[in-house]
C-alpha cells in the first residue's frame, strides 16, 4: 500500500461545479496535512493547511478524518483557473514530507 | 509567503556532463532544504535533506556521489548532478523549510533537466 494515495483523475468538471477529491494515508503517526496545487511545468504552491477541525478558505475546504485517515478537499463553484494538480502531502514528523501523485482537476467552460 | 528561487530554469546538456542547480532562499534564513525529483506523471520524490554547514542526508536508492550536495550558507543550497546521463532528465526542485504565515516548505520554481 502506498504511503499517501490519491486518485489521479483526470476529474473533468464544468464551470460552476463543486468536487471534491480524498486522499489517504497508511501512516497513523502522521502529524500534519497539507493540500498543495500544482499547475503544469510548474513547482507545488501550498493551497491550505487540513487540521482536524476543518477549515474553510473561500470556495475551498479542508477535512482530516484522521480515525479512517483520510483528508479530503472540496471545490466549489468551479473556475476554469482552478484546473491543476493536486497534491496531497503528508507530514510524518521531523521535515519528512510524503507526496501523492496527486489528483488532475480540468474545469471545462 | 516566503521566496525560493532556483537557478537556472532549464538545462539542455550533453551525457556526460556535469550540471550544478542552485537554489536560494530570499527572504529567509534556511538551515535546511529539500531537494525533490519529479518525472512526468508522478509524484515529487526526496532525493536527500541538505544541512546548512553539515552533510546532506540522502533517501534510499539515491547515489551521493552522483548527486552532490552542497550547503554552504544559511540562503543557499547546491546540487550537482554529476556526468549526468539522459536517464537523469527530470523535474529537479528544492525547497526550504519557512515560517511565513504557514510553518511549511515552500519551493523553488524548478530546474528542468534535459540529457541529449
Known amino acids: 500500500r502506498k504511503e499517501v494515495e490519491q486518485d489521479p483523475g483526470p476529474f473533468n468538471v464544468p464551470e460552476g461545479a463543486t468536487v471534491a477529491f480524498n486522499c489517504t494515508y497508511s501512516?497513523?503517526?502522521?502529524?500534519?496535512f497539507f493540500w498543495y496545487r500544482q499547475d503544469c511545468r510548474k513547482e507545488p504552491k501550498l493551497l491550505m493547511s487540513?487540521?482536524?477541525s476543518g477549515n474553510e478558505d473561500g470556495r475551498f475546504t479542508a477535512q482530516l478524518n484522521r480515525a479512517s485517515q483520510y483528508i479530503s478537499l472540496l471545490i466549489r463553484d468551479s473556475k476554469l483557473s482552478d484546473s491543476a494538480t493536486y497534491l496531497c502531502v503528508v507530514n510524518e514528523g521531523t521535515y519528512k514530507y510524503i507526496f501523492g501523485t496527486g489528483t488532475r482537476l480540468k474545469v471545462l467552460a | 509567503g516566503a521566496v525560493v528561487s532556483q537557478h537556472p530554469s532549464w538545462v539542455i546538456c550533453k551525457s556526460g556532463t556535469s550540471v550544478k542547480i542552485e537554489c536560494r532562499s530570499l527572504d529567509f534564513q534556511a538551515t535546511t532544504m529539500f531537494w525533490y525529483r519529479q518525472f512526468p506523471k508522478q509524484s515529487l520524490m526526496l532525493m536527500a535533506t541538505?544541512?546548512?554547514?553539515?552533510?546532506?542526508?540522502?533517501e534510499q536508492g539515491v547515489e551521493k556521489d552522483k548527486f552532490l550536495i552542497n550547503h554552504a550558507s544559511l540562503t543557499l543550497s547546491t546540487l550537482t548532478v554529476t556526468s549526468a546521463h539522459p536517464e537523469d532528465s527530470s523535474f529537479y526542485i528544492c525547497?526550504?523549510?519557512?515560517?511565513?504565515?504557514?510553518?511549511?516548505?515552500?519551493f523553488g520554481p524548478g530546474t528542468r533537466l534535459l540529457v541529449l
Open positions: 487540513v487540521y482536524s
Open positions: 525547497s526550504a523549510w519557512g515560517t511565513s504565515g504557514e510553518e511549511t516548505q515552500y
Open positions: 541538505s544541512n546548512e554547514g553539515s552533510k546532506a542526508t540522502y
Open positions: 501512516n497513523s503517526a502522521s502529524q500534519s
